[in-house]
């Protein structure tokens, strides 16, 4: 059996981000358990404001592709999401418009959420965590026919949950996460 690939995409470009931490300490520990781990930012995949007359007349921008690709090659996928007025903020929901537009030799749009798994977590400096940004990214995910693993992380008051090394310093939160790396290392193994 080849090698689990996993990829982690942390939805915030923000200097600073509590997303971007959360998906790197989650990186982490999907290479501590093994894993090959993969972990981009979305500013290296800028892409415009879906608009339907722009891909009539350019295409699919070539940075949805490369992104799909790179979604293609990895058997599990994780989505790191900050929270904006209890959504999903533009740029999660804008990169995930435009990857379900590429349509490749040999496949049928969109298939590339419907052959891997997903999680789905959270970083925000509220009680809740971010947890109706990860309701609301679960119905995207869902309704583009990915499996999405039971187990989400939503990091409470995540501006006080690192340390001065960037690492989780609740015992909680590490459990979260461990069983959030834990699903998704499984659901995507059986899915290879
Ligand atoms: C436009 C906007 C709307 C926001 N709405 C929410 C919200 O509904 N719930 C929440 O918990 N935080 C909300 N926040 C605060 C973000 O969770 C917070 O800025 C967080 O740090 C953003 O993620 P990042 O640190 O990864 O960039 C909002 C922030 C912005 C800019």
Redesign the pocket.
Known sequence: MSTLKILVI???L?T?????KLAAVAAYEFAQAGVEVTRISLGDFPLPLYDGDLQAKSGVPKNAVNLKRMIGAHHGVLIVT?????SVPPLVKNTIDWVTRVQDTQETRGQVFRNRAFAIAA????R?G?S??LAALRLVLTACHATVIPNQLALSF?AEAYDDMDRLKHPADIEALGTLVRQLIDVSQRMM
Not at 16 to 20: E, F, V
Not at 123 to 126: D, Y
């Open positions: 942390p939805g915030s923000r600073g981000s509590l997303n971007a900050p929270e904006y007025n209890s970083a925000s400096e509220s809740l971010g109706r940004a995540a």
